[in-house]
Nanobody
Framework: VQLQASGGGLVQAGGSLRLSCVAS????????LGWFRQAPGEEQEFVAG????????LYADSVKGRFTISRDNAKNTVYLQMNSLKPEDTAVYYC???????????????????WGQGTQVTVSS
């Protein structure tokens, strides 16, 4: 599965962005999907995940209540709506597909099989 993330940019604190990740090469409807981020000098961090149907979601505590993950299997796309952005949300954001499961959402990067190229999100104070 090839994943292409987009939607990043520069936004002021308190603003919003919507990231998209389009899959090609294979349908993603059977896979759990996730968003991760990595800030300079930091380890990759799980942000949010969603089961194949969208019925189950999981969020990092740092983004809970501000970010919403969703998916449109007909469009082979997963989204991350980010509201009330903070400077500490600044990072490169990656989407990923876990082909090993469609229900269980894992937070470990090594569990994910396919990765997008990343999109930069910068939040100014």
């Amino acid at each position: 599965v090839q994943l292409q993330a987009s939607g990043g940019g520069l936004v002021q604190a308190g603003g919003s962005l919507r990231l998209s990740c389009v899959a090609s090469g294979r349908t993603i409807s059977d896979y759990a999907l996730g968003w991760f981020r990595q800030a300079p000098g930091e380890e990759q961090e799980f942000v949010a995940g969603i089961s194949w149907s969208g019925g189950t979601t999981l969020y990092a505590d740092s983004v809970k209540g501000r970010f919403t993950i969703s998916r449109d299997n007909a469009k082979n796309t997963v989204y991350l709506q980010m509201n009330s952005l903070k400077p500490e949300d600044t990072a490169v954001y990656y989407c990923a597909a876990d082909r090993g499961t469609n229900v269980v959402i894992t937070t470990a990067p090594y569990e994910y099989d396919d990765w997008g190229q990343g999109t930069q999100v910068t939040v100014s104070s």
